[in-house]
């Protein structure tokens, strides 16, 4: 697969995977794929799962603008805040050299940066941690637990995190969303969801007083381990954080596409 065309993979990934999350919560969920506009807005209090992407391919500057104008005015019409998802890779050369100002200009503000993985090396052999002992969420409990260390993580009230995911019958039985366990205390997570031919890898998490010891990178092994051998799959994508970025090509991802996050200006 070209770089192009990972690219694409990667922002068709998000819309494909953050339909069934927005669609799986309570509320005015507005799922709609505009021209050169995927809307995902649960809005809910979870931020990740309030969602606009831009979709055009070699997009320009005068087009980007235009689509940016039109995102931040459904974003403004929102109870609760989200991200503007921006793939760099599918703009020209001239429209990123203009992006910061192009947002600035739109009414948004830049939070933060990650990158799109994939590859193709899946079944991975089944992990394990000196540390760990792995439980798959099936309960409300487990899932209030993924909830939290995601909020942890991400520096979000625990409450937000618990909007999002808490009394989803999606992460209990589709998605094969794991807990890495230190002497039966949940201190990491992540999950693997089938997504049109790949697996993809969501919502890691690690407790910040438990970063650095491995424990992100041995439950996302699980997830993948568990997803490829219930699914057949041998693709695997992801949108890593920049925290997490140096963890996954160990596992067998190869970087695409930078992703950068933009959030309404106050």
């Given at each position: 697969m070209?770089?192009?065309a ?12 953050w ?9 005015d ?7 050169g ?5 649960a ?6 799962w ?8 070699d997009?320009?500057?005068a ?11 459904i ?12 793939f760099e ?7 990123r050299?203009?992006?910061?100002a192009?947002?600035a200009?739109?009414g ?39 909830a ?7 520096g ?30 949940p201190?990491?997570c ?18 910040p ?18 997803g ?16 997490g ?22």
């Open positions: 070209t770089g192009r990972e690219s694409v993979e990667s922002m068709e990934q998000l819309a494909v995977v339909r069934a999350m927005v669609l799986d919560r309570d509320g969920a507005d799922v709609r794929d505009l021209p506009i995927a809307v995902r807005w809005d809910c209090r979870f931020p990740f309030n969602c606009v992407t831009l979709t055009d391919v997009a320009g500057p087009l980007v603008e235009e689509r940016l104008g039109r995102s931040v005015d974003m403004r019409a929102k109870t609760h805040p989200g991200f503007l998802w921006l890779d599918l703009l020209t050369d001239e429209a050299a203009g992006m910061r192009a947002t200009k739109a948004l503000e830049y939070a933060f940066s990650g990158t799109g993985m994939a590859g193709d090396f899946l079944p991975v052999p089944e992990p394990s941690h000196p540390d760990l002992t792995f439980a798959r969420v099936t309960t409300d409990e487990q899932l209030r637990a993924y939290d260390l995601n909020s942890r993580a991400y979000f009230p625990l409450e937000h995190g618990r909007d999002g995911l808490l009394g989803s019958t999606l992460w209990k039985n589709q998605v094969h969303a794991y807990l890495g366990l230190r002497d039966g205390t201190v990491t992540a999950g693997t969801v089938e997504a049109e031919g790949r697996l993809f890898v969501a919502l890691v998490a690690t407790a007083e438990w970063e650095r010891r491995g424990y992100g990178e041995a439950v996302t092994r699980k997830a993948l381990h568990e490829a051998k219930s699914s057949g799959l041998i693709r695997a994508t992801l949108h890593a954080t920049a925290a970025a140096p963890v996954y090509p160990r596992i067998g991802f190869r970087p695409n596409t930078p992703v950068h996050f933009y959030g309404l200006k106050n």
